[in-house]
């Protein structure tokens, strides 16, 4: 199964789409691009009949190109990766840490696709889809893409980690635009599995990633923020600001209430993981004997650092 990631930091599980419903979306996309295709053909036939047969040649791949190819890379651009097909059987087209997809990802699908699926009558593809542990044809593999069930949400105990109150909408002015793909995946990884890590080693990492976040982002981490709940915090800016561009301004971009099938990614309301009781980070060295007052001492963040 894929994790996938809402606008209101709560992780969904969407399994990947199987090759039956994957194939059988293609085949109603197919459908309906060649009927399209025929009847823009008979108008064309009937309103070039003057027009010598190079011209009308021209014409004909001009419209092949712009209906077979062209028509299905928009309807995926602007449909952020729901065509009809994938609509039909409950399918979309998501980039692979989550987000929806844009043009250069449907452009790069739609070319691919012309050669495994048009030219090789998707033998390409499907050996592709078989071959792939996440039933990635090529042209998603190329794009950096995963066609998922958005129908089948799950919930799961090992989701991210939400910020402390104190840091909601505390990080809305940042620039995110310069943030790869990578590091938000490599973040989004750390926060799911930073209970499993060492101490040492999480925080070190958690410290390490913030820092290139801070980086990327041109502000550096405020002081007194843990680097973990730092990480959260931008996290869950960066998903609500995706939801806001993906679902609409009905999707909220807070910590709390539920988030409905019908602007989101899946088929029923999954509620907002509750806030973990608080925890200390781990002990630096040459704490001694006042280890224990420091604790005592220090205000709850709402965060869970690695344990």
């Known amino acids: 199964m894929s994790e996938l990631v809402t606008g209101e930091a709560v992780a969904l599980e969407l399994r990947p789409a199987r090759l039956p419903s994957r194939a059988l979306a293609v085949l109603l996309d197919l459908a309906a691009a060649v009927a399209a295709y025929v009847a823009v053909t008979i108008g064309l036939v009937a309103a070039t009949a003057s027009l010598d047969q190079a011209a009308q040649m ?3 791949i001009a419209v092949f190109v712009l209906v077979l190819v062209g028509a299905p890379i928009m309807v995926e651009t602007l449909s952020q990766g729901r065509s009809l097909g994938k609509l039909a059987c409950g399918l979309r087209v998501v980039r692979d840490d989550g987000g929806p997809i844009r043009f250069r990802h449907a452009l790069v699908r739609g070319l691919i696709g012309v050669i495994e699926i048009l030219m090789t009558f998707g033998v390409v593809a499907v050996v592709a889809s078989l071959v792939s542990a996440r039933g990635r044809r090529l042209g998603d593999v190329f794009a950096g893409t995963l066609v998922v069930r958005e129908r089948v949400p799950a919930a799961r105990a090992d989701l991210v ?16 635009s310069a943030v790869p793909d990578a590091l938000w995946l490599a973040v989004r990884q750390y926060l799911t599995r930073m209970r499993q890590l060492d101490p040492q080693v999480g925080w070190s990492m958690a410290e390490r990633l913030a820092s290139d976040l801070a980086e990327r982002t041109g502000a550096p981490v405020p002081p007194g923020v843990p680097p973990a709940a730092y990480l959260a915090a931008v ?13 609409g ?21 999954v509620p907002v993981p509750p806030v973990v009781p608080p925890v200390v980070p781990p002990a630096r060295p040459g704490a001694g004997h006042r280890g224990g007052e420091a604790s ?9 650092p690695p344990a």
């Open 58 to 60: 021209a014409i004909t």
């Open 161 to 176: 980690p939400p910020p402390p109150p104190w840091l909601a909408g505390r990080f809305s002015g940042l620039d995110l």
């Open 235 to 247: 996290v869950q800016e960066r998903q609500a600001r995706e939801a806001r561009r993906a679902f």
């Open 249 to 269: 301004n009905g999707a909220g971009a807070g910590g709390g209430g539920r988030i409905g099938a019908a602007g989101g990614v899946g088929a029923a309301a």
């Open 296 to 304: 005592a001492e220090r205000p709850a963040t709402g965060f869970v």
